[in-house]
Every structure is written in C-alpha cells, then in structure tokens.
C-alpha cells in the first residue's frame, strides 16, 4: 500500500517521543509536524534526521482506513490505548 498523498495522519495523530528536527523534544500527540510542507509532506522523508518510528510505520489499510479522517480517528484510538494509566 503506498501512503494517500496529503494525508499526514501519521504525522499529525500520533505522540513521537525521539527527537525531530525543528522538535527537539518530540511531538504531543494531535500536534502537526513541523517538518510537514504545505502539501502535508514530509520534508525529512528518506533522510537519516527522520525518527526511526517514522520510518517504521508502513501504511496498512487497518491504519490508514479508506481516507484521511478515518487515519486520523484509528491513530488518534490508538494513542490513546497506548497512554500510561
């Protein structure tokens, strides 16, 4: 499966806890990427800045549902089940 262009779900749902250029603290979950361009791409994508947990998460239908709202809505679920309590 290849990523929906513009989408950015991934980018924007989910908490990342390593360091991202222009994020030296990571990301808050439901906070845009600040290496996101205006067309929801990603800046860093293929270079050795991009955190390794970008790099590992693959686009599966299960994630990415049948459009951007619905990858939002799975990875923002997701967060939150992955939240200490």
Known sequence: MQCRLGCA??????SISSPIPGMPQGKPAGVR????????GCRIFGQRERPDVCSSLPPVI????????????????????TEPC
Do not use: F, K, S
């Open 9 to 14: 779900a991934c980018c924007i749902a989910p």
């Open 62 to 81: 299960d994630m990415c549902g049948e459009n951007r709202e619905q990858a939002l809505h799975y990875l923002h679920w997701l967060e939150l089940q």
């Open 33 to 40: 990427c600040v290496q996101l361009d205006e067309q929801n």
